[in-house]
């Protein structure tokens, strides 16, 4: 076998786990305690009735709230959007939402009214903690650090000086908060605690069951201990309660590629480019589905799509990835070998010669740009055969 270094996972793009990563989360699992601890007990009623003649705020919020106790999460975030038209004034009802939104995982959304909320008073310690908040899931560490450092500066009675050890610290002094739960879990994966992120993930979703991203979360701490059936149910779960986002059907690929059924992992790929056309990494993971089940021709598509960008059959136009180290480097390896077994060499050496010009440093990649040459040789000199072909999976 010509590859090198894959094994073909298929799972959400990873957050950088570097040391800033890790301050940025601790701190903002700090921040958790301080709002539960200080913010929460001193924040008024979120919403007053208004002697208007429309519907008043509280009318949608009450709304808003039966619907996300039925985990009707989507709607829920509906009613909160229509109590912030009836009264756009209320910073409260914008750090509600944003809260609601990066729990289920709309990080951008989160950012949005986050930054409303402060707009209508910039001293609000909860706002600037949820933008923080959803800064650091966006990656912006940096941005993250300065917003929740603003939060906790906000007030001299704050979690600060729990920061070094902020998880454990969150578990006793507010050891029933979900988000104490969550953000413990998230710090137990990052450092392979499994089995305790698994208990971790599981109570907060004993506290709330309608937060799609517990469920992913809960699954992806399931598979790495092998239980890979209930890691399905999870991911399943998360699929029912947020089925706009792309990554449960994104990690149910991924499963059924690491038990070596293809068919189903392919399957699963295509439903997550339906759900988000837009998104090339979904296209670069289905074009891993098909490599992975030596279907080379039906990789090369999606593969340009990924790389380059382009239209699609359903006049979507995607906007292609620039290489990276990690995942897009990936794609442009696996595509290069996929196009030189199908004897596509034009494709395959010219992205044999980008990698060796531009990923210098990639052993993995280097190695396959290699490879591609040798088959492309062979196909000149007759001693290699056409690949296989497989029947697409139903």
Same mark, same amino acid.
């Given at each position: 076998m010509y590859l090198r270094g894959s094994k073909f996972n298929m799972t959400r793009r990873r957050r950088n786990s570097s040391p800033l990563f890790i301050l940025t989360l601790l701190i903002m699992i700090a921040v958790v305690v301080y709002i539960n601890l200080v913010v929460v007990p001193a924040t008024p009623p979120l919403f007053i009735p208004t002697n208007t003649p429309t519907t008043s705020p509280a009318t949608f919020i009450k709304n808003a709230?039966?619907?996300?106790?039925?985990?009707?999460?989507?709607?829920?975030?509906? &009613?909160?959007?229509?109590?912030?038209?009836?009264?756009? /004034?209320?910073?409260?009802?914008?750090?509600?939402?944003?809260?609601?939104?990066?729990?289920?995982g709309d990080f951008q959304s989160a950012i949005d009214n986050a930054q409303n909320a402060m707009l209508i008073n910039a001293s609000n310690s909860m706002a600037n903690a949820i933008y923080g908040w959803a800064l650091g899931y966006k990656g912006d560490y940096l941005g993250a650090l300065g917003a929740i450092k603003k939060a906790?500066?906000?007030?001299?009675?704050?979690?600060?000086?729990?920061?070094?050890?902020?998880?454990?610290?969150?578990?006793?002094? &507010?050891?029933?908060?979900?988000?104490?739960?969550?953000?413990?879990?998230?710090?137990?994966?990052?450092?392979?605690?499994?089995?305790?992120?698994?208990?971790?993930?599981?109570?907060?979703?004993?506290?709330?069951?309608?937060?799609?991203?517990?469920?992913?979360? !809960?699954?992806?701490?399931?598979?790495?201990?092998?239980?890979?059936?209930?890691?399905?149910?999870?991911?399943?779960?998360?699929?029912?309660?947020?089925? &706009?986002?792309?990554?449960?059907?994104?990690?149910?690929?991924?499963?059924?590629?690491?038990?070596?059924?293809?068919?189903?992992?392919?399957?699963?790929?295509?439903?997550?480019?339906?759900?988000?056309? !837009?998104?090339?990494?979904?296209?670069?993971?289905?074009?891993?589905?098909?490599?992975?089940?030596?279907?080379?021709?039906?990789?090369?598509?999606?593969? /340009?799509?990924?790389?380059?960008?382009?239209?699609?059959?359903?006049?979507?136009q995607v906007k292609g990835l620039p290489m990276d180290n990690s995942t897009v480097v990936e794609y442009y390896y696996l595509f290069g070998l996929a196009a030189a077994r199908v004897n596509a060499c034009s494709d395959a050496l010219k992205i044999s010669q980008y990698l060796q010009e531009n990923a210098a440093d990639n052993e993995i990649a280097v190695y396959n740009a290699k490879e591609m040459v040798n088959i492309c040789q062979q196909w000149i000199t007759g001693t290699s055969t056409p690949t296989r072909e497989i029947t697409p999976a139903k």
């Open positions: 709230e039966d619907l996300i106790a039925q985990g009707k999460i989507q709607q829920g975030m509906a &009613a909160y959007q229509e109590a912030i038209k009836s009264d756009p /004034r209320n910073s409260a009802t914008y750090i509600t939402l944003a809260q609601l939104q990066v729990f289920n906790i500066d906000l007030d001299p009675n704050n979690g600060i000086a729990y920061a070094t050890d902020a998880s454990r610290e969150a578990q006793r002094l &507010a050891p029933n908060a979900l988000e104490t739960h969550r953000a413990r879990g998230l710090v137990l994966n990052i450092t392979q605690n499994y089995e305790e992120a698994v208990n971790e993930f599981k109570a907060a979703i004993a506290i709330n069951p309608n937060i799609a991203d517990l469920h992913l979360s !809960l699954g992806t701490n399931l598979k790495a201990l092998n239980q890979y059936a209930q890691a399905v149910e999870e991911f399943n779960r998360a699929n029912a309660l947020n089925p &706009a986002d792309p990554l449960p059907n994104t990690y149910i690929a991924g499963t059924y590629l690491t038990l070596g059924d293809f068919p189903k992992a392919i399957q699963y790929a295509q439903q997550a480019v339906k759900v988000s056309p !837009l998104d090339p990494y979904m296209y670069g993971n289905l074009a891993k589905m098909f490599y992975a089940n030596h279907q080379y021709r039906e990789s090369l598509d999606p593969f /340009r799509l990924a790389i380059y960008g382009g239209t699609t059959t359903d006049n979507v």
